[in-house]
């Protein structure tokens, strides 16, 4: 039975995949609609990665990001058009300097936050597979898990998913997969894909678990031109194409509401579910 609208403690709206120079009324399409919602005192903005869906310029972001997603106060996350470098290509340094002290601590593009008795990690997709830099987030990701207030519900947002229905599923991210199951993490929000999809709880190796496993989301809608979806991935549970647009969750004590809500106001999908404990050993 859903709780009193009292026992609300906070909510968080974001989507990824965002501003697109040559597309951008898009962009300023998905930035109206989340300037509406985080007008509710409880609400948290986030960005799931490819703020800047070019190349990540600083260019870019000052003329393309900073007029419509810009002009919010969120909390983002890198991807992988976030970083051009002029000599190097990807890699730079350009997410980091537009966000300054919002990007987490010393370029490294992990941090966590509480929201209400939640507990909220923002992680940087792209160092899996980068060796020292990969082997100290997971490290990292595991000391804050476990400091975390025990009996915490916990969410975890970043670029690439582990499973979609597209192209461009990244089985690797199974490896923060692995200590976010280990520690009873609830939910995990992604972009990406040009599309929004729900997925069922499931553990690292995609099989369904009702009882500890992880719902995903993938929410690219933020205004990039959309990708269409392939056969279905397992344990998906609803696929939206050409939807702008982005999730909204309202995060409870022990339970958690979600909606995709499109940029004419339109709820294209909503449930709730409980959050669980760590899983047994």
């Given at each position: ?109 992990y941090y966590s936050f509480d ?20 082997i100290a987030q997971l490290a ?142």
């Open positions: 039975m859903p709780q009193p609208a009292g026992a609300v403690e906070a909510v968080l709206i974001g989507a990824g995949d965002i501003a697109v120079c040559d597309a951008i009324h898009r962009a300023g399409a998905t930035a109206r609609l989340m300037a509406s919602l985080l007008s509710d005192r409880r609400a948290i903005g986030i960005t799931l990665g490819d703020n800047s869906n070019n190349d990540g310029r600083p260019e870019e972001y000052a003329n393309c990001f900073r007029g419509t997603w810009g002009q919010l106060d969120v909390r983002p996350s890198p991807g992988n058009h976030d970083d051009y470098d002029e000599q190097w290509g990807h890699g730079g340094n350009a997410y980091f300097e537009y966000f300054g002290a919002r990007a987490g601590p010393a370029h490294r593009g929201a209400g008795t939640w507990h909220v990690v923002s992680l940087n997709s792209e160092i899996i597979n980068r060796g020292s830099q990969e990292w990701l595991k000391s804050d898990l476990s400091a975390a207030p025990e009996g915490a519900c916990t969410l975890a947002y970043f670029h690439r998913p582990m499973v979609s229905s597209g192209e461009f599923a990244a089985r690797r991210m199974s490896r923060l997969w692995d200590v976010l199951y280990a520690a009873g993490v609830d939910l995990v929000i992604n972009g990406h894909e040009h599309f929004y999809e729900r997925f069922a709880p499931q553990t690292p190796r995609g099989a369904l678990d009702h009882a500890f496993g992880i719902r995903q989301f993938i929410v690219g809608t933020g205004g990039a031109e959309f990708h269409r979806s392939g056969p279905r991935a397992p344990q998906s549970e609803l696929v939206i194409e050409e939807a702008l647009g982005v999730i909204k969750l309202t995060l409870r004590p022990t339970e958690y509401d979600w909606e995709f809500i499109d940029v004419d106001h339109v709820v294209r999908d909503s449930g709730s579910d409980r959050c669980h404990g760590k899983p047994l050993r």
